[in-house]
């Protein structure tokens, strides 16, 4: 008997609520209310986003649509003759434009996505647990570091330590942004290619463990093809960072339009589409040709970009669907 008494006011205990199971008209009433009046508010953020979205792609097409429509897209695309302030004979090839952002967002993918393959590795299956979880917030304070500051650093100290070190002619170049722009996007791949190592699941482990294979070869062979989707996702939102970072790329690039010759010496100097945006729109002429070239620039980004988002989107969807155990 002394144990049942003990075990019943335990249990009495474990089901003591605050709130009553029995509520008055008025009490059931005003939770009715609250929850309702919460779910509007949150639907309204949401839509507040979502129709701060929509206004962004129609003001961007509507400036840059007078652009699109005079015939001038394909010189856009195809020309390197950036010369949009000149009054008689205008040219807006923006090809060279074009190259300069693929040049230092392919130079910091190569830099960056095998470091932060490799750190997202450490961190999920060879680092101890309470090490991972210092180091891991470490490494996502890089992304709130303000991309001036970086900028700065790179014009200030990169700059100068490339041209007096490698024998650069200049130290602002499309190698000194794609540096700046893999430490960038290092945190960002680190984060969700991390995220999808562990969500692969321990049991995979253990079961390569079971076959006789080694770490190594459970990482190489099993862990990260199982995780392919949230790298892959990683990668690309990666690239978004990259491509779509203004600061940095205006103050570290050199700002050149042009197309490096040979294509693979990165130390020359490039220019990219959001450096032009940034350093040309607060001296345009609002209306003019040259105003609604820039517009037709970013329309150009945000398909590209948009269409990134969509790639990630797709690839962290099945990650997710695999982490659920979705077929």
């Not at 917030?137 to 890089?142: T, Y």
């Not at 990666?238 to 205006?250: D, F, K, L, P, S």
Request: charged share 15%.
């Amino acid at each position: 008997m002394p144990n049942t008494t003990r075990q019943t006011g335990n249990a009495s205990k474990a089901v003591d609520f605050d709130r009553p199971l029995l509520l008055t008209p008025g009490e059931d009433m005003t939770g009715y209310l609250t929850a309702a009046i919460g779910k509007t508010l949150l639907l309204a953020v949401t839509c507040a986003s979502v129709l701060a979205v929509i206004l962004i792609f129609v003001f961007i097409t509507r400036e840059a649509w007078p652009f699109l429509t005079s015939g001038s897209l394909g010189e856009l695309l195809s020309s390197s003759n950036w010369y949009p302030a000149h009054d008689s004979a205008a040219e807006f090839g923006a090809l060279a434009l074009l190259a300069g952002s693929l040049y230092v967002t392919a130079g910091a993918l190569i830099i960056a996505v095998p470091v932060g393959l490799l750190a997202a590795v450490f961190l999920s299956d060879i680092v101890p647990f309470r090490l991972r979880q210092i180091v891991k917030p470490i490494i996502e304070l890089l992304a709130a570091i303000p991309s001036v500051a970086y900028g700065f650093f790179a014009y200030l100290v990169l700059a100068p330590w490339m041209q007096e070190n490698l024998g650069l002619p200049s130290g602002t170049n499309a190698l000194n942004a794609s540096l700046i722009l893999a430490i960038m996007a290092v945190p960002t791949i680190i984060s969700i290619a991390e995220d999808a190592l562990t969500a692969a699941g321990r049991e995979l482990r253990e079961g390569s463990y079971a076959l006789g294979a080694t770490r190594a070869e459970t990482l190489i062979k099993v862990v990260i093809p199982a995780a392919h989707s949230g790298i892959i996702a990683a990668v690309i939102l990666g690239m978004m960072r990259a491509i779509g970072e203004t600061m940095v790329v205006w103050m570290a690039s050199g700002n050149a339009a042009q197309v490096p010759s040979p294509w693979w010496d990165l130390s020359q100097s490039v220019r990219t589409m959001t450096a032009t945006i940034a350093g040309e729109m607060g001296e345009t002429v609002r209306g003019s040709q040259h105003y609604h070239c820039l517009f037709a620039l970013g329309f150009v980004l945000l398909v590209i970009t948009f269409t990134l988002n969509l790639i990630g989107e797709y690839f962290l969807s099945r990650a997710r669907r695999a982490r659920g155990g979705a077929k």
